[in-house]
T-cell receptor, first 110, second 112 residues
Framework: EDQVTQSPEALRLQEGESSSLNCSYT??????LFWYRQDPGKGPEFLFT???AGEEKEKERLKATLTKKESFLHITAPKPEDSATYLC???????????FGTGTRLQVFP | DTEVTQTPKHLVMGMTNKKSLKCEQH?????MYWYKQKAKKPPELMFV???????INESVPSRFSPECPNSSLLNLHLHALQPEDSALYLC???????????FGDGTRLSIL
């Protein structure tokens, strides 16, 4: 059965304290892994797409990496405005369906 | 600001009412989606339209009826909803299968 698991469920960081979020997946025929950020009361905001193992993408303080079994979202020197829920989703095969993980709620304190 | 616009932002309706949710995008995307999101849960896919035709229906109850009048517009018609249908309803669009989906900020729906 296709499954996407994110850890930790919640993460509290001091401003400037770097860390990583994990997204583990078991899906046949991965055709893309997507990272989103969601603020309370808002829709998910697209961050990155990764298609193959070894691929990396960066945007400001965020860096996403992909292996054959998991993806990491590295946050370097986070700021309070990075506080949000981070969701990963995988696309299986040729369908247009995304399977979402349950998310990591990140809080960054000044 | 998101490039996918959803109206209304909030909707309260009784179980016997009929209402519609609207979604509009002007990015030239040819695929549009409806998702349902409950509190502290991830989005769940409901429907996918590709080139204005329904391509995926995730076994959604018939009290939810989608419509795609043209490539920029997506509607979700609601009738005889249940209290458990209260949720955030998100619309998304993408350039095509496998491309990133871009979400609107949703309609917060409450069923009395």
């Amino acid at each position: 059965e296709d499954q996407v698991t994110q850890s930790p469920e919640a993460l509290r960081l001091q401003e400037g304290e770097s860390s990583s979020l994990n997204c583990s997946y078991t899906v046949s025929g991965l055709r893309g892994l997507f990272w989103y950020r969601q603020d309370p009361g808002k829709g998910p905001e697209f961050l990155f797409t990764l298609y193959s193992a070894g691929e990396e993408k960066e945007k400001e303080r965020l860096k996403a990496t992909l292996t054959k079994k998991e993806s990491f979202l590295h946050i370097t020197a986070p700021k309070p405005e990075d506080s949000a829920t981070y969701l990963c989703a995988v696309r299986r095969g040729v369908t247009d369906k995304l399977i979402f993980g349950t998310g990591t709620r990140l809080q960054v304190f000044p | 600001d998101t490039e996918v616009t959803q109206t209304p932002k909030h909707l309260v309706m009784g179980m016997t009412n009929k209402k519609s949710l609207k979604c509009e995008q002007h990015m030239g995307h040819r695929a549009m989606y409806w998702y349902k999101q409950k509190a502290k849960k991830p989005p769940e896919l409901m429907f996918v339209y590709s080139y204005e035709k329904l391509s995926i229906n995730e076994s959604v109850p018939s009290r939810f009826s989608p419509e795609c009048p043209n490539s920029s517009l997506l509607n979700l018609h609601l009738h005889a909803l249940q209290p458990e249908d209260s949720a955030l309803y998100l619309c998304a669009s993408s350039a095509g299968t496998g491309e990133p989906q871009h979400f609107g900020d949703g309609t917060r729906l409450s069923i009395l």
